[in-house]
Nanobody
């Protein structure tokens, strides 16, 4: 059993910053790619950022230059530093991680419970 617990969401004014955290726990043997998606009302879930085990990153064009994804492998945690936030960043943010467990040979994508980010004046 693997669980991802995320935190750090909240209400922030335009131009402000938030830092999201997502910690994985449970039967973890190895973690490959970790990432963040978001879903705004009336829209489909979209990729925000991802980070590979080796540290390479990818970002959606809409957040490039403003958001930074990072990870702490010792803590099984992925972070999303969000700067210069805009109202259009308002969404529920979901972390995910591709994790293999002891006794299994494949990776499975686990998802966090979601955390609300609201950017409004």
């Amino acid at each position: 059993q693997v669980h991802l617990v995320e935190s750090g969401g909240g209400l922030v004014q335009p131009g402000g910053s938030l830092r999201l955290s997502c910690a994985a726990s449970g039967n973890i043997f190895s973690i490959n790619t970790m990432g963040w998606h978001r879903q705004a009302p009336g829209k489909e879930r979209e990729l925000v950022a991802r980070i590979a085990s080796g540290g390479s990153t990818n970002y959606a064009d809409s957040v490039k230059g403003r958001f930074t994804i990072s990870r702490d492998n010792d803590k099984n945690t992925v972070y999303l530093q969000m700067n210069s936030l805009k109202p259009e960043d308002t969404a529920v943010y979901y972390c995910n991680a591709d994790i293999s467990s002891r006794g299994y040979s494949i990776y499975y994508r686990y998802w966090g419970q979601g955390t609300q980010v609201t950017v409004s004046s």
